[in-house]
């Protein structure tokens, strides 16, 4: 996935290949693209809803990785989320 400067965007650039075991049915790209949508601003007011559902998504990640307890999965998509939105853009309405 190429980087935009948006959410989504950053944070598919964030995650290696290599942890995906399997893609079929994880409607991973169409997650993103709902997120660049959203925006900065509207991705930071939904942060538990996003890394809920990229918790959600560790069956589909190589097996040391789906197998990690719930918390350590949610511990590391938050701050991957941190680190996607560090790198995007925020919209210039978000800027007061």
């Not at 995906?20 to 660049?36: F, K, L, N, P, V």
């Not at 939904?46 to 069956?59: F, N, Y």
């Not at 990690?68 to 680190?83: H, I, S």
Request: charged share 25%.
């Amino acid at each position: 996935m190429e980087f935009s400067n948006r959410p989504g965007s950053a944070l598919g650039s964030l995650i290696p290949e290599w942890i995906i075991a399997d893609t079929s049915g994880c409607g991973c790209a169409s997650y993103s693209r709902e997120m660049d949508v959203w925006g900065h601003k509207g991705c930071t007011e939904r942060k538990e809803e996003i890394v809920t559902h990229l918790v959600r998504q560790s069956p589909h990640l190589i097996k040391p990785l789906a197998l990690l307890p719930e918390c350590v999965k949610r511990y590391g998509a938050a701050k991957l989320l941190d680190q996607a939105l560090a790198l995007s853009v925020p919209e210039e309405s978000d800027v007061h």
